[in-house]
């Protein structure tokens, strides 16, 4: 086995032990004012079918990525927190 084989496992291995330790326990607290905000506009985006940019929200990553999962029935604080989180 090459050295470099044993460190690029390593790396994975960090970074799966990472990805787990930010996920844990996602949506175990409320959202913050900001999340809720986001949160919000990204279901009323999926009700009406209407997106609207609002430059001092940001751009609409979250908004359409939110919507999308919203869709796929993942409604929790853990789901909105998703993509943020990776």
Not at 15 to 38: I, K, N, Q, S, Y
Request: glycine content about 10%.
């Amino acid at each position: 086995m090459r050295r470099l084989d044993r460190v690029e496992r390593g790396v994975v291995a960090l970074a799966a032990l990472a990805l787990l330790a930010r996920l844990v326990g996602l949506g175990t607290r409320p959202f913050h004012w900001d999340e809720a905000r986001v949160g919000y506009w990204a279901l009323r985006s999926l009700e009406t079918g209407v997106y609207e940019y609002r430059p001092v929200a940001g751009g609409p990553f979250l908004y359409v990525v939110g919507r999308r999962l919203f869709a796929l029935g993942l409604t929790s604080d853990a789901a909105a927190r998703f993509p943020v989180a990776l």
